[in-house]
């Protein structure tokens, strides 16, 4: 360190820790330093100094240890003493047991043995408490497994009970499922602005579409639009709950037109009208069978007096009802078939020809009822017995046999040159138009007997050797050629006279010829 005595400073620094120096530089007249003035000295304070310190150091440390000595006996006799018989009594306590008595003094471990001791006996009877809340738990516990059983047994039995109401009521959607999809007629729903909400498997046989396509449509979308009027009308007093069923037309996904009747009633839900639900039946078939039904009984109306005439009639009736490409009428005349009528008649067809092989003697022997289909014709032995088949290009012969006196003696047939099928509506139309023909027939024998017992009856009247008359009142029909030969007048004359004025006045009795005529 530096010291300054007036204006000269002197410069001190340890040499070790014995000696100290000082050092003084001397300056020469002009101010420079020239010499350097070094003074060397023990260091006899310090020396004591540090001896002192450690002295006093060395009586800290031996109090020190005193102290912890002391302090150690104090805390083991006050305190170590006592938590270790504490510990010893809480380690020997056994439930039901007191921990031992408190320790003697009124210090802080005194206190703590106390409150040990108070929190033993507190334990003792928590765990007697425990113990008996244990019992009655068990108890309860007990009583209500016995109740969870019984309640369980009359669980299953629900259980049991709704499985077979469940079993019930899936079988019962099958049924009714198996009811909505396989009946004939088309069940729809639809909400109260006309949109459809459901349709049943049958709308897509029906209508040609898919039901996908429908759903969401309004209704109006599948009508007849001169029919949507009508129809908007009736689903309007439906929905006020005038119930009616009502026909009209629909167009399906190809185009064609369908005739069907509607039985709707309203959906009811929360007191309100919230749609139609209903079902659709097609009567396409029935009104094509209505008309057909009409047009023969028309037919039959329009029937004259000539029996060949009406055959004809009932003929191409039977051709334009079954859609054929031909339709034609033979009867058997020996062992030949005779043609007897026939609609759009293929070129060349043979006026008679031979029954054996004949597709029409097959008609005639089969015991089908209904008539007898005969299909792929090509493929079948007739295409070898049968000219007409290769000749003409025949695919399917559907003929009835047509029965006079209680035997088949001829066959209504129609011819087609594609494959068709016969429907039971068809079959039942040519087993009506087979037993008119038959009808015809039988007046057209009664006709020919007729004809041949007057041509009998007019040779024996002619040639009758008396005078014949047939008479009508005061009238001459008719007379031979005797009566003509005997009174002198033509067939003309004798019609205009009064029988009376060939008489005599009188007769052989006196009797007036007038009055005997009268």
């Known amino acids: 360190r530096e010291v300054r005595d007036s204006e000269r400073p002197v410069r001190i620094a340890a040499q070790d820790t ?3 120096r ?39 440390v031996l109090m020190g240890v005193v102290a912890v000595a002391v302090l150690h006996l104090l805390i083991d006799r006050l305190v170590i003493r006592k938590v270790t018989a504490l510990a010893a009594a809480v380690a020997r306590h056994a439930p039901g047991e007191a921990p031992g008595t408190p320790a003697e003094g009124r210090d802080e471990v005194q206190a703590l043995s106390s409150t040990v001791h108070g929190a033993f006996e507190e334990l003792d009877r928590t765990r007697l408490a425990l113990e008996a809340s244990r019992a009655e738990l ?60 459901y349709l049943n498997p049958v709308f897509e046989r029906t209508m040609k ?51 069907v009747r509607s039985c709707s009633r309203p959906i009811v839900r929360g007191g309100a009208v919230r749609g139609l639900i209903g079902v659709v039946t097609d009567l396409t078939s029935l009104k094509a069978a209505e008309e057909k039904l009409r047009r023969i009984t028309q037919a039959f109306l329009a029937f004259g007096s000539d029996p060949g005439e009406n055959i004809g009639q009932l003929t191409r009736l039977a051709g334009e009802l079954l859609g054929a490409d031909a339709a034609l009428y033979s009867r058997m005349e020996g062992g030949n078939l005779k043609l007897a009528g026939g609609w759009r008649t293929p070129p060349g067809y043979p006026e008679e020809t031979p029954a054996e092989g ?22 079948t032995p007739f295409a070898q017995t049968d000219p007409a088949v290769s000749r003409y290009g025949l695919k399917t012969h559907f003929g ?48 020919v007997s007729l004809q041949e017992s007057e041509r009998r009856f007019r040779a024996i ?28 007048y033509s067939r003309e004359e004798m019609k205009r006279l009064d029988p009376r004025a060939l008489s005599p006045p009188r007769q052989h009795g006196g009797e007036a010829s007038r009055q005997v005529l009268s």
């Open 461 to 488: 009247f002619e040639n009758a050797g008396d005078a014949i008359f047939i008479g009508r009142g005061h009238e001459i029909v008719d007379c031979n050629a005797k009566a003509l030969s005997l009174f002198g």
């Open 138 to 197: 068990e108890r309860q516990v007990e009583a209500r497994t016995a109740e969870l059983e019984r309640a369980y047994e009359e669980l299953l039995r629900e259980l049991a009970g709704h499985r077979q109401a469940a079993d019930d009521l899936q079988a019962s959607e099958q049924r009714y499922r198996s009811l909505v999809e396989n009946v004939t007629e088309i069940i729809y729903s639809m909400d109260q602005d006309g949109r459809i909400t």
């Open 358 to 379: 004949h597709l029409c003697l097959h008609t005639l022997r089969a015991s089908e009822e209904g008539g007898t289909l005969l299909r792929d014709l090509p493929s």
């Open 209 to 259: 579409m898919p039901i996908a396509e429908a759903l969401g449509k309004h209704f109006s979308a599948l009508v007849h639009p001169e029919d949507l009027e009508g129809l908007s009308e009736s689903a309007a007093r439906t929905m006020a709950g005038q119930l009616e069923p009502w026909e009209y037309r629909v167009i399906d996904g190809e185009g064609q037109v369908h005739h």
């Open 18 to 20: 014995k000696v100290i």
């Open 22 to 60: 000082g050092f003084l530089p001397l300056q020469d007249y002009r101010g420079r330093p020239e010499l350097l003035l070094t003074v060397t000295m023990p260091r006899t304070v310090y020396g004591q100094a540090r001896a002192a310190i450690l002295l006093l150091s060395l009586c800290m």
């Open 400 to 447: 009835c046999p047509v029965v006079l006196g209680g035997r088949r003696q001829g066959s209504l047939y129609v011819l087609f040159n594609r494959d068709w099928e016969a429907s039971d509506e068809d079959r039942q139309v040519l087993g009506i138009l087979a037993a008119a023909v038959g009808v015809e027939e039988e007046r057209r024998r009664q006709q």
